[in-house]
């Protein structure tokens, strides 16, 4: 069993930056592969982000190429979601979860565990 913990949501203006953090339980944190999503009210569960288990791969959506990074620290078993130059779009409830994939997919079925999610609103 995996428990995952996000934090490091908020309200924030256009063009701001927040860091997310998913702290995950699980000596085997490090060969976990991990992914961000997010869920937009009225919307469905879209892929953000995914990292490999040693970080040397990362995938984005075309929609925050550019502006979000992924990265993890295996030593702290956290996952990283960095996000600059943020727009009001980008306002939806993020959600990190693991795949027992070596690659990170894009749909919602290819991961195992789920984060219960935090809130990023983006004002204009």
């Known amino acids: 069993q995996v428990q995952l913990a996000e934090s490091g949501g908020g309200l924030v203006q256009a063009g701001g930056s927040l860091r997310l953090s998913c702290a995950a339980s699980?000596?085997?944190?490090?060969?976990?592969?991990m992914g961000w999503f997010r869920q937009a009210s009225g919307k469905e569960r879209e892929f953000v982000a995914g990292i490999s288990w040693s970080g040397g791969r990362t995938y984005y959506a075309d929609s925050v190429k550019g502006r979000f990074t992924i990265s993890r620290d295996n030593a702290k078993n956290t996952v990283y979601l960095q996000m600059n130059s943020l727009k009001p779009e980008d306002t939806a409830v993020y959600y990190c979860?693991?795949?027992?994939?070596?690659?990170?997919?894009?749909?919602?079925?290819?991961?195992?565990?789920w984060g219960q999610g935090t809130q990023v609103t983006v004002s204009s």
């Open positions: 979860a693991v795949t027992r994939r070596s690659v990170p997919g894009m749909r919602i079925l290819e991961y195992d565990y």
């Open positions: 699980g000596r085997t944190f490090s060969s976990y592969t």
